[in-house]
């Protein structure tokens, strides 16, 4: 009997892809593809689910990994991957923590993708061993501290560093050196321009439950 899968995927190309994959394989059965995270749930309550493929930047801003914890608290058989093109530093842990069964960075590869699919239907817990290298400035995501990748998150806010202080528990001075430790890395004039980049890059992605 085929396993049931559920898409959750707001870009039209990558939908039909998975869902083509899916129905080329006997060991899966494509039954919804929907492009919001927060309806995902209603469909695991009307629907029999055994799979979700799961993006975390979903349509209308709704975060697929807040989804997935939800499912997984109220549906803990049900097997959820994340998938995302997207270098977030946080999501890997997150995803950990909240019991998400696997995660793949999407890479267009039919194969990777079944493979993963049905190594966590047996069971297996498959994690990427870090986020991809993407090139800042002058430096890469991984040339730099979590904790600086914290501060750089909050900046995406607009915030003052005292706020941001605030927030992180941390001094401000404390924050005014990351944030130079993080300008000197990559080569940037402005903390405007940092923060530009990384939003745009996907490195740091602030949500309103970040």
Same mark, same amino acid.
């Given at each position: 009997?085929?396993? #049931?899968?559920?898409?959750?995927?707001?870009?039209?190309? $990558? !939908? &039909?892809?998975?869902?083509?994959?899916?129905?080329?394989?006997?060991? @899966?059965?494509?039954?919804?593809?929907?492009?919001?995270a !927060?309806?995902?749930?209603?469909?695991?309550?009307?629907?029999? +689910?055994?799979?979700?493929?799961?993006?975390?930047?979903?349509?209308?801003?709704?975060?697929?990994?807040?989804?997935?914890? &939800?499912?997984?608290?109220?549906? $803990? #058989?049900?097997?959820?991957?994340?998938?995302?093109? /997207?270098?977030?530093?946080?999501? =890997?842990?997150?995803?950990?923590?909240? %019991?998400?069964? !696997?995660?793949?960075?999407?890479?267009?590869?039919? *194969?990777?993708?079944?493979?993963? /699919?049905?190594?966590?239907m047996?069971?297996?817990?498959?994690?990427?061993?870090?986020?991809?290298?993407?090139r800042?400035?002058?430096?890469? *995501?991984?040339? @730099?501290?979590?904790?600086?990748?914290?501060?750089?998150?909050?900046?995406?806010? %607009?915030d003052? *560093?005292?706020?941001?202080?605030?927030? =992180?528990?941390? !001094?401000?001075?404390?924050?005014?050196?990351?944030?130079?430790?993080?300008?000197?890395?990559t %080569? @940037? #004039?402005?903390?405007?321009?940092?923060?530009? &980049?990384?939003?745009?890059? %996907? +490195?740091?992605?602030?949500?309103? *439950?970040?």
């Open positions: 009997m085929a396993y #049931k899968v559920l898409i959750v995927e707001d870009q039209n190309i $990558p !939908s &039909e892809l998975f869902k083509i994959y899916i129905e080329s394989s006997e060991d @899966f059965e494509h039954v919804l593809s929907i492009s919001n !927060s309806l995902a749930l209603s469909v695991c309550q009307s629907n029999e +689910i055994d799979l979700i493929l799961m993006d975390v930047m979903t349509d209308l801003g709704h975060n697929g990994l807040d989804a997935a914890e &939800e499912i997984k608290k109220k549906y $803990p #058989k049900i097997k959820v991957i994340i998938i995302t093109s /997207m270098p977030e530093y946080s999501w =890997l842990r997150k995803a950990r923590k909240i %019991g998400v069964d !696997s995660f793949w960075y999407k890479d267009g590869q039919r *194969n990777s993708l079944l493979d993963i /699919m049905k190594r966590t047996n069971g297996e817990h498959i994690y990427p061993d870090e986020t991809p290298v993407v800042i400035g002058e430096a890469t *995501n991984h040339d @730099f501290t979590e904790r600086e990748l914290d501060v750089l998150k909050e900046l995406t806010t %607009g003052t *560093n005292a706020e941001i202080a605030k927030r =992180l528990f941390i !001094s401000v001075a404390t924050v005014k050196s990351h944030i130079q430790h993080l300008m000197e890395k %080569g @940037f #004039k402005t903390r405007t321009e940092l923060v530009s &980049e990384a939003r745009g890059l %996907g +490195i740091v992605i602030k949500d309103k *439950n970040s």
